[in-house]
């Protein structure tokens, strides 16, 4: 399994990665992951946010 980072921001209908199913290393179907909707960059208050929010729920 390959993971790819997707960056910010994403447009909705833009292609962001692949779904590949595959059977005794055969390659039996594929399909591309579509952004469902837009999604912006996050701001400063946005990301001060998800560390302390982080900070709080460390080993939850």
Do not use: H, Y
């Not at 292609?15 to 952004?35: C, M, R, Y």
């Amino acid at each position: 399994m390959a993971l790819n980072e997707v960056k910010a921001p994403v447009k909705k209908g833009q292609v962001v990665g692949s779904i590949v199913i595959k059977q005794g290393g055969n390659e039996i179907a594929k399909t591309d992951l579509v952004a469902g909707a837009d999604c912006g960059e996050a701001g400063m208050w946005t990301l001060f946010k998800r560390t302390v929010k982080n900070w709080f729920t460390f080993g939850e």
